[in-house]
């Protein structure tokens, strides 16, 4: 019995594996995934730049640190939606039309 994880795969299980990861709706999902990771660390970067709200100096140290920390986590979801929609419709969209043009080259980008 062979270990299934130092066995090189067949030919067919290549052919499956390219099939999937070719299609545009893998793309478009993997992009999104990539894209939320993405802008939650943007937007956690961003939020700590920009704090809007302003602070009750009357609370104590530790209400003020949860009142920041709350809206840093809710601009970097916000963020991450941004990012993860943006990124899912581009790659769908480039991908689409890059199978309808049948070519790989720097216009498809364009015109996503």
Do not use: W
């Given at each position: 019995?062979?270990?299934?994880?130092?066995?090189?795969?067949?030919?067919?299980?290549?052919?499956?594996?390219?099939?999937?990861?070719?299609?545009c709706a893998f793309k478009a999902g993997?992009?999104?995934?990539?894209?939320?990771?993405?802008?939650?660390?943007?937007?956690?970067?961003?939020?700590?730049?920009?704090?809007?709200?302003?602070?009750?100096?009357?609370?104590?140290?530790?209400?003020?640190?949860?009142?920041?920390?709350?809206?840093?986590?809710?601009?970097?979801?916000?963020?991450?939606?941004?990012?993860?929609?943006?990124?899912?419709?581009?790659?769908?969209?480039?991908?689409?039309?890059?199978?309808?043009?049948?070519?790989?080259?720097?216009?498809?980008?364009?015109?996503?």
């Amino acid at each position: 019995m062979s270990n299934p994880f130092t066995r090189m795969p067949s030919q067919d299980e290549r052919a499956a594996a390219s099939k999937v990861t070719d299609s545009c709706a893998f793309k478009a999902g993997f992009s999104g995934i990539a894209g939320y990771g993405i802008g939650l660390m943007f937007g956690l970067v961003l939020s700590g730049i920009e704090f809007s709200s302003p602070v009750d100096t009357t609370a104590s140290t530790k209400q003020q640190v949860k009142t920041v920390l709350k809206d840093m986590g809710n601009k970097s979801l916000s963020s991450a939606k941004n990012f993860a929609i943006m990124a899912a419709i581009y790659s769908g969209s480039e991908c689409m039309i890059e199978s309808y043009r049948a070519k790989n080259d720097i216009y498809n980008s364009i015109g996503a």
